[in-house]
């Protein structure tokens, strides 16, 4: 062997040998679990709440160390306290409520110079909340003559194909549709399964934000018709990033837009629009003639039930964390839905009265489809005392499914199991 090959040889091994010296690590040096006394952390008013946080360094119990923590009610004003960790285990006092609602818990501790932050919230007879939103006497009126004048207004549907985005199994294609006067339209992506049956819709209104929205295939991979919007005015997301930036100019403010006035607030175009969707996939030759469904998370869960509610041709809604939902739940002192209106806040004269049309609690009581809804405990968007309070003035068939772990987003295992409930609720 000569003299290169020797060096490259023990090259090699000190190589290797540094490699298993300082390989990755498979877990985390600082590990930690976080339970309460109720294993679905669902109390009773008047029941007090304990948390237990169990956290280990390279396996060997936490000793000494201090948890920070702040409690109180839901998005209100927290207490500071601490806790010490003994053998591995700390505990920390949740308090309670003696009405139906929501606490909280921030903590963090310091380990090894790693600081672990974390949030836990704990419902009290979650079951009994109930919205804070009056219900207008003519709520029903109201929206009638709204989707009466929307009504008149042809869809104007424009299709145009792109096969950049479509599969050997869907078809993607861009489409404008005209859901108001002048002119006032809607973009967005509709896909189709390739093949000469026909097929459920699926429509999926956005999150909030005016952001470009994207096309998937998935949906129809699975079988359906699926079409996901903008909900702004002349946002086509296919426009290159500079033009659509004008554009998105008209989103700017829009959750508080026109707020003064039932008749003025820009969530009525939307709202209607939204149920002018569901007309033009119940329009197109390849819908079965009997399924249609509505999905969505955020804001997107907040249309999908008012969509649901507005539009009768809609056969099953499965929203996620819904936003919009009792909305007047600050004004009370309790955690009210995004845009959480009155948090800190001075909202315009007028925005009381005009908030009770559009809170998505009051939909929620006109839904007559089956619905399949979804949320997490930990959410700071949309807060569980204001979804629950939606959840709860749904008189239908309903299926829920919360995972008090979640935040503001959801588990694949929760969304794959929304997608077999929409599938079970297909009428052949």
């Given at each position: 062997?000569?003299?290169?090959?020797?060096i490259?040889?023990?090259?090699?091994?000190c190589?290797?040998?540094a490699a298993?010296?300082?390989?990755?690590?498979?877990?985390?040096?600082?590990?930690y679990?976080?339970?309460?006394?109720?294993?679905?952390r669902n109390?009773?008013?008047?029941?007090?709440?304990?948390?237990?946080i169990?956290?280990y360094?390279g396996?060997?119990?936490?000793?000494g160390?201090?948890?920070y923590?702040?409690?109180?009610?839901e998005?209100?004003?927290?207490?500071k306290d601490?806790?010490?960790?003994?053998?591995?285990?700390?505990?920390?006092a949740?308090?309670?409520?003696s009405?139906?609602?929501?606490r909280?818990?921030?903590?963090?501790?310091?380990?090894?110079?790693?600081?672990?932050?974390?949030l836990?919230?704990?419902?009290?007879s979650?079951?009994?909340?109930?919205?804070?939103?009056?219900?207008?006497?003519?709520?029903?009126?109201f929206?009638?003559?709204?989707?009466?004048?929307?009504?008149?207004t042809k869809?104007r549907?424009?299709?145009?194909?792109?096969p950049?985005y479509?599969?050997?199994?869907?078809e993607v294609s861009?489409?404008?549709?005209?859901?108001g006067?002048?002119?006032?339209n809607?973009?967005?992506?509709?896909?189709k399964?390739?093949?000469n049956?026909?097929?459920?819709?699926?429509?999926c209104?956005?999150?909030a934000?005016?952001?470009?929205?994207?096309?998937t295939?998935?949906?129809?991979?699975?079988?359906?018709i699926?079409?996901?919007?903008?909900i702004?005015?002349?946002?086509?997301?296919e426009?290159?990033?500079?033009?659509?930036?004008?554009?998105?100019?008209?989103?700017?403010?829009?959750?508080?837009?026109?707020?003064?006035?039932?008749?003025?607030?820009?969530?009525r175009?939307?709202?209607a629009g939204?149920?002018r969707?569901?007309?033009?996939?119940?329009?197109l030759?390849e819908?079965?003639?009997?399924?249609?469904?509505?999905?969505?998370?955020?804001?997107?869960?907040?249309?999908s039930?008012?969509?649901?509610?507005?539009?009768?041709?809609?056969?099953f809604?499965?929203?996620?964390?819904p936003a919009?939902c009792?909305?007047?739940?600050?004004k009370?002192?309790?955690?009210?839905?995004?845009?959480?209106?009155?948090?800190n806040?001075?909202?315009?004269?007028?925005?009381?009265?005009?908030l009770?049309?559009?809170?998505?609690?009051?939909?929620?009581r006109?839904v007559?489809c089956?619905?399949?809804?979804?949320?997490?405990?930990?959410d700071?968007?949309?807060?569980?005392?204001?979804?629950?309070?939606?959840?709860n003035?749904?008189t239908t068939e309903?299926?829920?499914?919360?995972?008090?772990?979640?935040?503001?987003?959801?588990?694949?295992?929760?969304?794959?199991?929304?997608?077999e409930?929409?599938?079970?609720?297909?009428?052949k």
């Amino acid at each position: 062997m000569n003299k290169k090959s020797v060096i490259m040889l023990l090259f090699t091994c000190c190589s290797l040998s540094a490699a298993a010296q300082f390989s990755k690590a498979k877990r985390d040096y600082v590990e930690y679990i976080i339970t309460t006394d109720h294993k679905d952390r669902n109390y009773n008013t008047g029941e007090e709440a304990i948390i237990k946080i169990e956290a280990y360094k390279g396996g060997i119990p936490v000793d000494g160390v201090k948890v920070y923590y702040s409690t109180g009610d839901e998005m209100m004003p927290y207490k500071k306290d601490s806790a010490t960790f003994r053998n591995g285990t700390a505990t920390v006092a949740m308090g309670t409520r003696s009405e139906p609602g929501f606490r909280s818990c921030n903590l963090n501790f310091t380990v090894y110079g790693k600081t672990i932050k974390d949030l836990v919230k704990v419902a009290y007879s979650p079951q009994y909340i109930k919205s804070l939103t009056p219900m207008p006497e003519d709520f029903d009126k109201f929206w009638q003559n709204t989707m009466r004048k929307a009504g008149k207004t042809k869809l104007r549907p424009e299709i145009t194909p792109l096969p950049q985005y479509s599969t050997d199994k869907v078809e993607v294609s861009l489409v404008r549709l005209t859901v108001g006067p002048n002119g006032r339209n809607m973009y967005g992506y509709l896909t189709k399964p390739k093949g000469n049956g026909t097929y459920p819709v699926l429509f999926c209104p956005p999150g909030a934000g005016s952001k470009k929205i994207s096309p998937t295939t998935y949906y129809s991979e699975l079988g359906f018709i699926y079409l996901n919007i903008n909900i702004h005015n002349g946002c086509n997301p296919e426009l290159d990033d500079e033009e659509y930036k004008k554009a998105e100019e008209i989103a700017k403010d829009y959750n508080r837009n026109g707020i003064g006035s039932k008749e003025t607030f820009y969530y009525r175009d939307v709202y209607a629009g939204c149920s002018r969707c569901i007309d033009f996939l119940c329009s197109l030759p390849e819908w079965d003639g009997v399924n249609a469904g509505v999905t969505g998370g955020s804001q997107g869960g907040a249309l999908s039930i008012v969509t649901a509610a507005l539009n009768r041709k809609v056969t099953f809604c499965s929203p996620f964390y819904p936003a919009l939902c009792d909305v007047l739940g600050f004004k009370y002192d309790r955690a009210g839905g995004w845009p959480k209106y009155f948090r800190n806040t001075t909202e315009p004269a007028g925005a009381e009265e005009t908030l009770a049309y559009y809170d998505v609690a009051n939909f929620a009581r006109r839904v007559k489809c089956p619905v399949f809804y979804s949320f997490g405990y930990n959410d700071e968007t949309c807060s569980p005392t204001s979804t629950f309070a939606a959840y709860n003035e749904i008189t239908t068939e309903k299926v829920l499914r919360v995972t008090p772990t979640s935040g503001h987003w959801r588990f694949p295992e929760t969304n794959d199991e929304s997608v077999e409930w929409m599938k079970s609720k297909i009428k052949k």
